[in-house]
């Protein structure tokens, strides 16, 4: 169900939820912003790499190389897209947008401010949809990845892209569940499926003060869930050529690679809202004017490439898991902690609750 927002008046134009326009701009928006971030983190994540081995990094292309993003957007877009004979054609064109509607869909739910109120008491939503069961979305659409990379590898009709694409099923199917798990200690402490509501929630504290077991548990989640290093077997071009992306090429690829760093914007974005207080400032800057909510979106962008960067630095510093190890880390050790992170939050409430 989603929140019907009343009308208000600004500049001349009436605010609200039956117009077209108001939610068309907030996905403008959106989707400049992820483009955008996605882009650059290719570059960031360049930078990083080069600074932990003592490299330069890109530095040709505009000042200090901030214009490589947009020559490897020119590259891919001129690049001949060369496919094989024997694919599947629907499902090989579709799978790569799969991969990018699902991080950019599961964004469109996720508070980047707090509620602004305009003339006449009127509320504004700083998100394209205020639902009230946010998280449960967010959780339904970002199980859809698993279809892009599973539809990828089997229409290519290659035996590289299927086996990578089968890992890369059971990797993502085995970690959502940990993910999921890692998440219910935030909604036992909020008791809320609205992300907004979990925000104001931690108002007093963040959630990653009463939750570092559910937090750490989300965010190894979250690096397997979007392929990162250590979890990056479904590519693992070491073993498998490319995995699932093997028989892509152009801008088929670049929606796969698209995909992965909005995934990685999208993931932060929620560890930031459900755990590091979303666009809250820290507690004890709170009652400083300057630094207090008006300056929500700042705090909000600030931890999302603060957890991004440490995403680049992980990767960048150890190495790949064995397959068998890795299945055993998700479903032998985050699994049973998830659970147990869960009983011993809700036991607490619960005692609580009573006193």
């Known amino acids: ?42 570059y960031a ?49 579709m799978a790569p947008g799969f991969a990018a509607a699902a991080a950019i869909f599961a964004f469109a739910v996720i508070p980047v401010s707090g509620v602004s109120t305009v003339d006449g008491g009127y509320q504004l939503h700083w998100d394209i949809a205020h639902l009230n069961v946010g998280l449960l979305y967010i959780l339904a659409v970002t199980s859809l990845g698993v279809y892009a990379i599973f539809l990828g590898g089997w229409s290519a009709n290659s035996k590289y ?14 970690y959502e569940m940990a993910v999921a798990f890692a998440l219910m200690g935030a909604i036992i402490l909020s008791q809320s499926l609205d992300l907004e509501a ?64 909005i995934n990685m914007v999208t993931v932060s974005a929620i560890a930031t809202t459900l755990f590091l207080g979303g666009w809250l400032p820290l507690p004890i800057l709170d009652r400083i004017p ?39 880390l998700g479903w032998k050790v985050l699994l049973p902690l998830g659970l147990l992170n869960i009983a011993v939050t809700g036991a607490v409430v619960a005692i609580k609750a009573s006193t």
């Open 290 to 328: 300057i630094l207090g909510d008006d300056l929500g979106f700042v705090w909000f962008l600030g931890k999302v490439f603060l957890l991004i960067f440490v995403m680049m630095w992980i990767r960048w510093t150890l190495p790949r898991l064995r397959y068998d190890r890795l299945m055993n």
């Open 161 to 174: 892209s299927l086996l990578g694409a089968l890992r890369s099923s059971a990797q993502l199917i085995s």
């Open 45 to 93: 994540e360049r930078k990083v790499a080069a600074h932990i081995q003592l490299r330069i990094g890109p530095n040709r292309v505009g000042p200090i190389g901030l214009l490589q993003p947009a020559a490897d957007a020119v590259k891919l877009l001129f690049k001949e897209n060369v496919a094989p004979s024997g694919r599947d054609k629907l499902l090989y064109v």
């Open 198 to 261: 979990i925000v104001t929630a931690q108002h007093h504290v963040w959630f990653v003060a009463l939750q570092p077991l559910g937090f750490l548990l989300y965010f190894m989640g979250a690096l397997a869930e979007t392929n990162r290093l250590p979890f990056d077997l479904p590519e693992a071009e070491t073993e498998l050529v490319a995995g699932y992306h093997t028989e892509y090429s152009g801008m088929r690829f670049g929606f796969y690679f698209l995909g992965e760093y």
């Open 1 to 42: 169900m989603i929140h019907a927002l009343p009308t208000a008046d600004v500049l001349g134009y009436r605010i609200g939820p039956d117009y077209w326009w108001v939610i068309l701009v907030k996905g403008v928006i959106i989707l400049g912003f992820l483009a955008t971030a996605a882009a650059y983190s290719t």
